[in-house]
């Protein structure tokens, strides 16, 4: 009588498991970027409401109706934000009084406008 046990995964058994780990990363990877862009979004949102507060807040200041967004970030006595972080590799436009600040090439593709 032979008593030798047969343990471990066929290879049917192997490949239906890396098939349904390839459906459910199929499935997660878009709603991820959707949530990573989500989030970007909102962090390059709030940078461009604080780059409008510390436009209008030069403007108040120093009398003029337009400034670069370079002069309003630093750790200068004078500049109204520390430091902006950049999030998706976006760019943001100078600031002119009345008109709604920008950002563009968010990631590479997307441009976000704040009006304040």
Do not use: H, W
Request: charge should be positive.
């Amino acid at each position: 009588m032979n008593n030798t046990s047969k343990k471990g995964f066929t290879l049917v058994e192997i490949m239906i498991v890396v098939v349904i780990i390839g459906l459910l990363a199929a499935m997660a990877i878009p709603a991820f970027q959707k949530v990573r862009a989500s989030s970007q979004d909102k962090a390059v949102s709030n940078n461009l409401r604080q780059l409008g507060a510390a436009a209008d807040q030069y403007f108040l200041e120093n009398g003029v109706s337009a400034v670069g967004s370079s002069v309003l970030v630093g750790t200068n006595s004078s500049q109204f934000i520390k430091q902006i972080q950049t999030v998706a590799a976006e760019t943001y436009s100078d600031l002119q009084q009345g008109s709604a600040v920008t950002a563009s090439g968010v990631s590479g593709t997307r441009t976000i406008t704040y009006a304040n």
